[in-house]
């Protein structure tokens, strides 16, 4: 079977091409480009799909143990302000999702990078005279979790290495490894209320690096960045010419003893990727509405980065329209009380869990600024039969039905995370049966029998 193209002219009613399929001799051309290949079903995942690994998944998962069948399960783990329903979104919110459907103008494709009106509204909200904002500086994305994405696609090639911290966020390497980008994890230190070890992340820097990501307020740690520190982050990216993918899902969550401060308005020379959502600070994480915020007033990223978002961007064809047409009532008419009850019961619940946590001898809790998390060392040469940190998590698990995190999710061993959104009454009895579990299983340390009389 030979084939043909055939270019008809005029305006007949053909096609104005036509495929044409020509027999000759009784032969198929085809044979030839057949010949050597033995048909059989041999069907693989792809290499990314086996590079993409999800650390939390993998823990969780080979956690066998079974909860104590006599007592109700407390879940302290996931990261999901909506679980136990005490943190609903604004009625406002709600309303605005409301009248953009109710107003069938949201049905069709949006642009692939979102409404431009949608788009004007997130940057005349986070515009400042410091870090000013246009729509063309906007991307709208399905969730923060895609933002990050794009980022990391559109700054980072197979074989280049991003910095991501430790303890971190679990998504940035399950992200960069599916895209054969290296990850190097520069250290938070717990003693300096993770603030980040300066030097040692200076020195992880290469010319294969291409982004530096920074996550303030933190996923796991609860922790909020002061000003002058991020000076001094700043200070080295610019040093050294990398850019930052600043990960800032968490902003304006802070505790009112602490200022949040967004990265790219401390600096006018380090280019800035932030990526931000409605997910936590409206507590609509299910909506999947993200952004991605392009700071560039040393046009280092260029029209070259931007169009790189933009196309990338089109791989999904962006988020949810009804979402975009809510967008600008839920940022205009989201009552500040929304904001600061939220925080209240955050900042709450976090000094109730660190105070009844540090009253626990072996175990050293760090006393969170913002977020929804809150990191607990365990001294484990007090807690000898249990090996690490993931086997103290399952027995707790096994014996009081307390469900944490093992920092080894987030690269940082011998810690948990605490998620600080359960109700009050909730977070009272997890402390409750911490101390237990901890209390029947402390020993002292050799050499430190006095403390323990103590």
Same mark, same amino acid.
């Given at each position: 079977?030979?084939?043909?193209?055939?270019?008809?002219?005029?305006?007949?009613?053909?096609?104005?091409?036509?495929?044409?399929?020509?027999?000759?001799?009784?032969?198929?051309?085809?044979?030839?480009?057949?010949?050597?290949?033995?048909?059989? !079903?041999?069907?693989?995942?792809?290499?990314?799909?086996?590079?993409?690994?999800?650390?939390?998944?993998?823990?969780?998962?080979?956690?066998?143990?079974?909860?104590?069948?006599?007592?109700?399960?407390?879940?302290?783990?996931?990261?999901?302000?909506?679980?136990?329903?005490?943190?609903?979104?604004?009625?406002?919110?709600?309303?605005?999702?409301?009248?953009?459907? =109710?107003?069938?103008?949201?049905?069709?494709?949006?642009?692939?990078?979102?409404?431009?009106?949608?788009?004007?509204?997130?940057?005349?909200?986070?515009?400042?005279?410091?870090?000013?904002?246009?729509?063309?500086?906007?991307?709208?994305?399905?969730?923060?979790?895609?933002?990050?994405?794009?980022?990391?696609?559109?700054?980072?090639?197979?074989?280049?290495?991003?910095?991501?911290?430790?303890?971190?966020?679990?998504?940035?390497?399950?992200?960069?490894?599916?895209?054969?980008?290296?990850?190097?994890?520069?250290?938070?230190?717990?003693?300096?209320?993770?603030?980040?070890?300066?030097?040692?992340?200076?020195?992880?820097?290469?010319?294969?690096?291409?982004?530096?990501?920074?996550?303030?307020?933190?996923?796991?740690?609860?922790?909020?960045?002061?000003?002058?520190?991020?000076?001094?982050?700043?200070?080295?990216?610019?040093?050294q010419c990398v850019p930052?993918?600043?990960?800032?899902?968490?902003?304006?969550?802070?505790?009112? =003893?602490?200022?949040?401060?967004?990265?790219?308005?401390?600096?006018?020379?380090?280019?800035?990727?932030?990526?931000?959502?409605?997910?936590?600070?409206?507590?609509?994480?299910?909506?999947?509405?993200? !952004?991605?915020?392009?700071?560039?007033?040393?046009?280092?990223?260029?029209?070259?980065?931007?169009?790189?978002?933009?196309?990338?961007?089109?791989?999904?064809?962006?988020?949810?329209?009804?979402?975009?047409?809510?967008?600008?009532?839920?940022?205009?008419?989201?009552?500040?009380?929304?904001?600061?009850?939220?925080?209240?019961?955050?900042?709450?619940?976090? =000094?109730?869990?660190?105070?009844?946590?540090?009253?626990?001898?072996?175990?050293?809790?760090?006393?969170?600024?913002?977020?929804?998390?809150?990191?607990?060392?365990?001294?484990?040469?007090?807690?000898?039969?249990?090996?690490?940190?993931?086997?103290?998590?399952?027995?707790?698990?096994?014996?009081?039905?307390?469900?944490?995190?093992?920092?080894?999710?987030?690269?940082?061993?011998?810690?948990?995370?605490?998620?600080?959104?359960?109700?009050?009454?909730?977070?009272?009895e997890a402390c409750s049966?911490?101390?237990?579990?901890?209390?029947?299983?402390?020993?002292?340390?050799?050499?430190?029998?006095?403390?323990?009389?103590?």
């Amino acid at each position: 079977m030979d084939s043909y193209v055939i270019q008809t002219n005029g305006n007949s009613a053909l096609p104005s091409v036509l495929d044409v399929h020509v027999s000759i001799g009784g032969r198929s051309a085809m044979l030839g480009k057949m010949k050597g290949r033995k048909a059989r !079903w041999s069907v693989k995942p792809s290499d990314m799909s086996n590079k993409t690994f999800n650390p939390i998944r993998a823990i969780v998962d080979s956690m066998k143990v079974k909860p104590n069948p006599n007592k109700t399960i407390i879940s302290l783990s996931i990261g999901d302000p909506t679980v136990f329903g005490n943190l609903p979104t604004d009625p406002e919110v709600t309303q605005a999702m409301k009248d953009a459907l =109710d107003s069938g103008k949201y049905n069709g494709y949006a642009p692939s990078i979102g409404y431009l009106s949608s788009r004007e509204e997130i940057a005349s909200y986070y515009h400042s005279p410091e870090a000013p904002l246009e729509a063309k500086d906007v991307i709208l994305t399905s969730g923060c979790s895609q933002a990050i994405e794009l980022c990391l696609a559109v700054l980072a090639n197979p074989g280049q290495n991003i910095l991501v911290p430790r303890p971190g966020f679990s998504l940035y390497r399950t992200l960069a490894e599916s895209m054969g980008i290296e990850v190097k994890l520069y250290n938070l230190l717990p003693e300096k209320s993770w603030e980040v070890d300066l030097k040692q992340l200076e020195s992880l820097i290469d010319e294969k690096t291409a982004c530096l990501i920074v996550n303030n307020p933190s996923n796991p740690c609860g922790s909020v960045f002061s000003k002058s520190h991020l000076q001094k982050i700043l200070a080295v990216a610019a040093r050294q010419c990398v850019p930052i993918l600043a990960d800032e899902i968490y902003g304006d969550m802070v505790f009112s =003893d602490c200022k949040y401060e967004p990265l790219a308005t401390l600096s006018t020379n380090v280019p800035i990727l932030s990526c931000g959502g409605l997910a936590k600070r409206w507590l609509v994480p299910g909506w999947r509405m993200g !952004w991605i915020l392009i700071h560039d007033r040393r046009d280092i990223f260029g029209n070259e980065i931007r169009d790189g978002l933009v196309k990338l961007s089109q791989r999904i064809l962006g988020p949810c329209t009804i979402v975009q047409g809510a967008l600008k009532n839920i940022l205009h008419r989201t009552p500040q009380e929304f904001y600061h009850n939220t925080l209240s019961f955050l900042k709450s619940n976090s =000094d109730l869990c660190y105070g009844a946590l540090a009253a626990i001898p072996g175990l050293r809790p760090v006393r969170p600024s913002g977020a929804m998390y809150l990191m607990v060392g365990i001294e484990m040469e007090h807690f000898p039969e249990f090996a690490n940190d993931v086997e103290f998590t399952e027995r707790l698990v096994a014996e009081q039905s307390v469900h944490c995190l093992p920092a080894t999710c987030f690269e940082y061993p011998n810690f948990f995370r605490v998620v600080i959104t359960v109700p009050e009454v909730m977070m009272l009895e997890a402390c409750s049966r911490i101390q237990e579990f901890c209390e029947q299983h402390y020993h002292c340390a050799e050499g430190s029998q006095e403390e323990c009389d103590k």
